[in-house]
């Protein structure tokens, strides 16, 4: 990166193709390759909801995808959700989490848009009784409540520093006490207001959300990548919050908790955020 | 009388009718999945229409219904228009 580009920044930055290939190589699977280069066998369109208005699509030789067209975010307010799916993933995949399913963009038929790997036989956590119902008896061992406790406390803290305004019951699915962040446009927000499906503040934050973290807070070439990678699909400001909330939670990581209080420490002002 | 369902994606791509929530006497019924209509009666679902969004439930009546196409519409399980029959 030259150095003018690293002092002052620079919004929509193109590397050269053969760093992009480079940088784009250290964490992508073998999933985004089948997303991003099977033919597509079949599509149906999904019904109802508000946005978006999703497609299923079957590609040929196995596999499924949810495809989200660019050309269906009608409301200016939804421009640009499709990217913010990939961009969800990516910072899951380098973050280690595991929540999102494999998220790609591609083209398909002429339109561009987001296709995420289909999780099938999942229910949308409102299909599911990860708490029991009044007067009903739990439904979940020990074990299933502590490793569904270990994969909300991740998600909670995924959707921390994404900043999330929009994660309930109909975007996160639940397959055998594992837990599946979808429709994640509404990430990367900048100072409006963050919507969690559950809240741990000051609830010790387990070893292993540290430990994953740490290892990435620590993996001074991955953050620059990654960085690079979400210039590629969201606003400078957006990808400057999004590394000023690392900052932030680095420092709640080393003290052990996140404070209730500390909702408004995420929420920032891109026009005064430090180059 | 209005009212609206929820599709449940399944895995060859299509969806099936899983519940229905619908207006009855000024209040809010829904019938169908279990598990779901008791989340929606003790969890609700969030009013995008106020910002930041409020929790509503079955009890506020036409808003609630209008509100569910915001809420489910991932694709995994999705919310229709409200309908009259």
Not at chain 1, 111 to 138: H, N
Not at chain 2, 6 to 23: H, P, R
Request: glycine fraction near 6%; charged fraction near 35%; hydrophobic fraction near 35%.
């Amino acid at each position: 990166m030259k150095f003018v580009e690293r002092a002052f920044g620079s919004p929509k930055r193109e590397l050269p193709k053969e760093e992009t290939e480079k940088r784009k190589n250290p964490l992508s699977s073998a999933e985004e390759e089948i997303l991003e280069m099977r033919e597509k066998a079949s599509s149906k369109d999904i019904i109802g909801g508000c946005s978006s208005r999703p497609v299923f699509v079957e590609f040929k030789d196995d596999g499924a995808g949810i495809f989200k067209l660019s050309s269906r975010e009608e409301k200016l307010e939804h421009v640009g959700n499709y990217k913010k799916e990939r961009a969800a993933y990516l910072a899951d995949r380098f973050l280690g989490f595991g929540l999102v399913p494999p998220t790609v963009i591609r083209e398909i038929d002429g339109e561009i848009g987001s296709v995420q790997e289909f999780v099938p036989d999942a229910k949308t956590a409102a299909e599911a009784y990860l708490t029991p119902a009044e007067g009903k008896e739990p439904t979940l061992t020990k074990e299933q409540k502590q490793s569904l406790k270990l994969e909300l406390f991740k998600l909670w803290f995924f959707d921390y520093l994404l900043y999330n305004r929009d994660r309930h019951g109909g975007n996160l699915l639940v397959k055998e006490n594992k837990i599946y962040a979808i429709d994640n446009g509404w990430t990367f927000r900048k100072n409006d207001f963050y919507w969690p499906f559950c809240r741990f503040f000051d609830t010790p934050i387990p070893q292993e959300v540290k430990d994953a973290f740490e290892r990435f807070y620590s993996w001074k070439e991955g953050k620059e990548i990654l960085r690079d990678l979400l210039s590629e699909l969201l606003d400078k400001d957006e990808v400057d919050c999004f590394f000023k909330r690392v900052e932030v939670v680095e420092r709640f990581v080393r003290q052990g908790t996140i404070p209730e209080n500390a909702q408004s420490a995420l929420k920032f002002d891109p026009g005064i955020i430090e180059k | 009388m209005q009212y609206v369902e929820f599709y449940k994606l399944k895995n060859d791509g299509s969806q099936e009718v899983i519940a229905t929530c619908g207006m009855k006497d000024g209040v809010v019924v829904c019938e169908g999945d279990e598990a779901l209509i008791e989340n929606l009666a003790k969890d609700g679902i969030l009013d995008y229409s106020q910002s930041p969004p409020q929790k509503i439930f079955p009890k506020e009546g036409p808003r609630f219904l209008e509100q569910l196409k915001y809420n489910f519409k991932s694709g995994y399980l999705n919310a229709s228009e409200i309908k009259e029959k």
